[in-house]
């Protein structure tokens, strides 16, 4: 079963300095923190804060491919969870035929945004993190869980780089 989700928005993780896409589910129970790397976080700001380029970016460049041969992304699906990796996959539609391709997460999420389909998340993947996280450190993931299923509106604001 896949649950739908929102990008809630980009954070940095203070210890590591790495980006964080924060992922709710639509009902607002269900929070998945992803992290990315700068590049890609920046590629996910600049769409969420519909900053214009002079220049396609890639995620850009994939959109107006995709477009252009008349394909839609139907949606994006983080699929898998594995070694501390997250996984996912496109659902392209061409021509009346459904294919899949593989994807980075962040990837998947900035082409989401461009092209205004939904994102989905496996539940055994949502499932799997909080386990995985738990086994890592159980006192700060906790704490971490907690911390990011309370944030409010005001504690997500825009990503700065």
Known sequence: MEVEMKIRGLMMDASTNTPIVILKDVEGNVVL??????????????????????RP??????????????????????????????????????????????????????????MDCPIYVDDEVLKSSRVATAAADPGSSEELRRWLENLGEEDTGQYKM
Request: aromatic residues 8%.
């Open 33 to 54: 923190p992803i992290w990315v790397g700068i590049y890609e976080a920046n590629a996910i700001a600049l769409e969420i804060e519909k900053v214009a380029t002079p």
């Open 57 to 114: 970016m890639t995620h850009d460049l994939i959109k107006y491919c995709l477009l252009g041969f008349k394909a839609e992304l139907k949606k994006v699906v983080v699929n898998e969870l594995r070694d501390d990796t997250f996984y996912a996959v496109l659902w392209l539609d061409h021509n009346g035929e459904t294919m899949t391709m593989d994807a980075r997460p962040s990837d998947a999420l900035a082409l989401a945004l461009r």
